[in-house]
């Protein structure tokens, strides 16, 4: 069941983007699981999420779903990965669990 339904859609729902002041906040918005869904995960769900600007991979944004930067240092190109782990999906050939979205700020 998950892999039909996962492989239909795309995990991450919405970049949003702003800029105030100076400050460019990024927000993730993920379809509604793990430690997302509504009344709590399920034992053993998680998303983690990997950030890269500009072809690197920024270690201190691991696994955050919302930041904010001076814009000076958020201006550029962006990719995350979002992986969706679970007990019920025991291997994952297609990488239906995983979604890729780039940006630009």
Known sequence: ????LLDQMSLIDNIDVTTVSGQTT???DLVPLAQFRVGGARPGELYTSRWTHD??????????FQFTLPTSSATGSWSVTVQFTTPEILVDDDDVTVAIETFSV
């Open 26 to 28: 990024v927000t993730l």
């Open 55 to 64: 072809g690197v991979v920024q270690t201190q944004l691991a696994n955050q």
């Open 1 to 4: 069941m998950w892999y039909h």
